[in-house]
């Protein structure tokens, strides 16, 4: 059984505030007390918000910081107050650290809306590194047949699992759009084509060949917005009506209000893709006379996860085509440069890559 031999570990830190300000530092390994959870990372899979904060653009980040909030692990030490974790358990984790406990959205389960929720990677220290704490709460038993590396993924999952089951829920009797073919609109995807709906994806000709992944995913239409016609597209395939449902996971203004048109009147039209910008110019005109509902969704709360963990060890999820590149944490700076100029679809960062255990 693993046990933490040393009282510290590598990580990676961003130390202030602005832009880059991040190194591979030695600190100390945390404490583990009352219902935390102690956990020898396997994967962290970089997400767009890590780059924003690389970037120095995610205020809500605190610092220092040890980044990363889409990981997996084995429980390696638990807290007292720990009811049903053992070390040696395969999990992944929710990114919620803690909460109030008391306002409406705790007593709902929906940790997302907590206006005091202290996030994994944001506000407490993260994934990026040997080990990581988080609460009993929040981890989840990996099934059997569910990888480190697929198991990774299952924040991001989760999250577009709250947008398609939660907040937009779809059947397969809709035609859908989903805007923007990177690792969110591309997960988004295999949801939908689990369900069997008719699905659209669009993006522009840099995601060439995200758009080609995208076909071999089963997307029944790929659109490239820069040299084909969505409208004309879109308009073909629902006898000129326009789809039912939107999901925007590109959040680039210009994408959205071309598409906000191309909704059937009575439509729904979810955001998913966070903005660079907190105020945009929007289509409102379309919202207001096609009687559109435009409907936000905030990460994932903790009825998303089941789900997500069921569609993976089902196979629903496509890791060979998700996961494009893996990086061992002292090659963090590169796993960083290879997202931000483009050239994966999802990178992940092994942090004990000679674990024997973590070889999938």
Known sequence: MDSVKTKTMQAVVKTEPGNDNMELKQIDIPEVTGNRVLLKVAYTGICGTDIHTFRGQYANAVTPLVLGHEFSGKVVEVGPDVKDLKPG??????????TCGHCVY????????????VGIGTKANGSMANYVLTREESCHVLPDNVSYKMAAMSEPLASCVHAMYQKTPFTLHDKILIIGPGPMGL??????????????????????ERLQIAKELGADQIVD?????????????????GVTKVYDCSGAAPAVNAALPLLRKGGTFQQVGLFAKPMNELDERSIIQ?????????????????????LESKGAINQDKMITKVFDLEHWRDAFDAMIAGQELKVMIASNPDDPDFKD
């Not at 096609?290 to 963990?309: C, F, T």
Request: net charge negative; glycine share 6%.
């Open 187 to 208: 997960l988004s995807l295999q949801i939908a084509k689990e369900i069997g709906a008719y699905t659209i994806v669009s993006g522009i000709t840099k995601d060439s």
């Open 106 to 117: 705790c007593k709902a389960g929906e940790y997302n809306l907590c206006e005091n929720r």
């Open 290 to 310: 096609h009687e559109i509902s435009y409907v936000g969704s905030r990460s994932q709360n903790p009825y998303d996860w089941p789900i997500a963990l069921h």
């Open 89 to 98: 358990d395969r999990v992944t984790s929710e990114t919620t650290f803690d």
């Open 225 to 241: 917005t820069q040299k084909d016609d969505l409208e004309k597209v879109i308009m073909d395939a629902t006898d000129g009506v």
